[in-house]
Every structure is written in C-alpha cells, then in structure tokens.
C-alpha cells in the first residue's frame, strides 16, 4: 500500500511540473516571448495579477502543426484594480478569462495566433473582446493583460 501511495505522489508532482503534458503544451509553456534570458509563458502567467486558475489544452492544427490553448482566468477586482466603475448599462463581469491560442511546430517553433477576453455575469452570458499580440508584452511586464473594458458585461444579457 505505501508503495502505491510514493507512486501516487511521483505522478502528481510530474503532472504538477508539467512533465505529463503533451509535448506541444511543454513547448508552449517553455517559450520565452524576451529571448533566451527571459521568463517563459508559463512563468510569467504565474506572476500575472489577479490570477486564479490556468488551463492548458492542446489538439491538431492545420497543415501539421499542434494548436496550444491557455485559459486563464483572473479575479475580475483584482486584475486591475485601477479600473474605472463600468460604464451604465455595464456590470462588472463575475469571472475573466485572457484565452491565447498559439501554434507550435514539429520543430519547435512558437508562434502567437490569437488573443481574446472574456467576461461573463453572474448567469454565466459573457462578452468576448479580442486583444492582439499585445498582451504578452502585457505579461512580460506584469500588467494585466485584460483591459478595463474587457472587464465589464453588458447588463443586458
């Protein structure tokens, strides 16, 4: 029994590292937007403000390549708290999400394809705000890569 409980603890410290993960969310999660000096994704999204939760996806993509999928969902009052009271007709959204696609080589190329927040009520409805490659530089500054207005939801829905 104790035998069993050691190798329950190897496989969820691995899982933990990362090092169960498909090859392709590895490479995502090492890449290094600065250069080979620079933090890699993985860290600097775990030094974002207001971070709550990260999920990493993976599946095929075009023309061979493997589509990476990070979710990250941030405290809507504590990712950016200099954040003006929203506009009437808005509320403040109840949860956030940045969601970045990358796609990733057989070679181990990272490339940016997509950005876009979410933010959804208290019912679950959401409004999508697409962002451009501008929030990794929002990472690697640890600003929050989710803009005030992205924050809010249309009290209508």
């Known amino acids: 029994m104790m035998r069993y409980a050691g190798l329950a603890g190897v496989v969820l410290a691995l899982s933990l590292a990362g090092c169960l993960a498909p090859a392709a969310q590895v490479t995502a999660r090492n890449w290094r937007p600065m250069g080979a000096g ?10 974002s403000p207001g971070l709550r939760e990260v999920t990493w996806e993976s ?17 809507p009052l504590r990712t950016a708290p200099g954040c003006p009271v929203p506009a009437a ?4 959204a109840s949860r956030a999400f940045l969601l970045l696609t990358l796609s990733v080589a057989g070679s181990g190329t990272v490339d940016f394809v997509s950005a876009e927040a979410r933010a959804y009520n208290a019912a679950g409805a959401y409004a999508s705000t697409p962002l451009d490659i501008g929030v990794i530089a929002d990472l ?3 600003v929050s890569p989710l803009p005030c207005a992205a924050l809010a939801v249309p009290a209508s829905l």
């Open 89 to 92: 007709g808005s509320v403040r």
């Open 38 to 47: 620079g933090l890699n994704l993985g860290q600097l999204v775990a030094v």
């Open 140 to 142: 690697t500054t640890r």
């Open 59 to 75: 599946y095929d993509g075009p023309a061979g390549d493997t589509v990476v999928r990070l979710a990250v969902e941030y405290d």
